[in-house]
T-cell receptor
Framework: DAKTTQPNSMESNEEEPVHLPCNHSTISGTDYIHWYRQLPSQGPEYVIHGLTSNVNNRMASLAIAEDRKSSTLILHRATLRDAAVYYC????????????FGKGTKLSVIP | DSGVTQTPKHLITATGQRVTLRCSPRSGDLSVYWYQQSLDQGLQFLIQ???????AKGNILERFSAQQFPDLHSELNLSSLELGDSALYFC?????????????FGEGSRLTVL
């Protein structure tokens, strides 16, 4: 399975944008990129996913490099509620139905 | 609230015992996934059911089994429990047969084996 590499932790000031990087140099052409986050004492929560093009939704934006070997999750204005562990996950191509969570990035938001 | 309901929220039992964790997926979702989260292993995919049939199997021990019933709720059975089975067990559901889209996770069942 293709793997992802994320920084262990990051800090951001409240109300500033946050860019969470993810490297996935062994990604294959059919692998989707998913982002989930897990707030303390809660189950993981879907954030966004994409294949090749950049994606936007109400929670965040996903910027995917042209060679797809890296991606960045963008939170446009961090709030205290965004403090969580963020997981970048590759969903293997056709026939694979599982998401393999790594260690993720622990995001701290400073008031 | 994700719409996925897991019971019980907390469970304390002894080694060698057997427990059953229950999951009710979101209304309309056909797939149920089970994940285990422990401090040293992170979130591990265990198994997926789609409309009553096993669809994918991950790192599920032979002592563990699961099933999905006709009403689409699912149960995860853990037997011959060991101390190392202490963990948070999450259930997730999705509308389709694969996670290409959004998985909705429950709040988890915390199992403590003494």
């Amino acid at each position: 399975d293709a793997k992802t590499t994320q920084p262990n932790s990051m800090e951001s000031n409240e109300e500033e944008p946050v860019h969470l990087p993810c490297n996935h140099s062994t990604i294959s052409g059919t692998d989707y990129i998913h982002w989930y986050r897990q707030l303390p004492s809660q189950g993981p929560e879907y954030v966004i996913h994409g294949l090749t093009s950049n994606v936007n939704n109400r929670m965040a934006s996903l910027a995917i490099a042209e060679d797809r070997k890296s991606s960045t999750l963008i939170l446009h204005r961090a709030t205290l509620r965004d403090a969580a562990v963020y997981y970048c996950i590759l969903e293997a191509g056709a026939g694979s139905y599982q998401l393999t969570f790594g260690k993720g990035t622990k995001l701290s938001v400073i008031p | 609230d994700s719409g996925v309901t897991q019971t019980p929220k907390h469970l304390i039992t002894a080694t060698g015992q057997r427990v059953t964790l229950r999951c009710s997926p979101r209304s309309g979702d056909l797939s149920v996934y089970w994940y285990q989260q422990s401090l040293d292993q992170g979130l591990q995919f265990l198994i997926q059911y789609y409309n009553g049939e096993e669809r994918a199997k991950g790192n599920i021990l032979e002592r563990f089994s699961a099933q999905q019933f006709p009403d689409l709720h699912s149960e995860l059975n853990l037997s011959s429990l060991e101390l190392g089975d202490s963990a948070l067990y999450f259930c997730a559901s999705s509308e389709g047969g694969g996670p290409r889209g959004e998985l909705f996770f429950g709040e988890g069942s915390r199992l403590t084996v003494l």
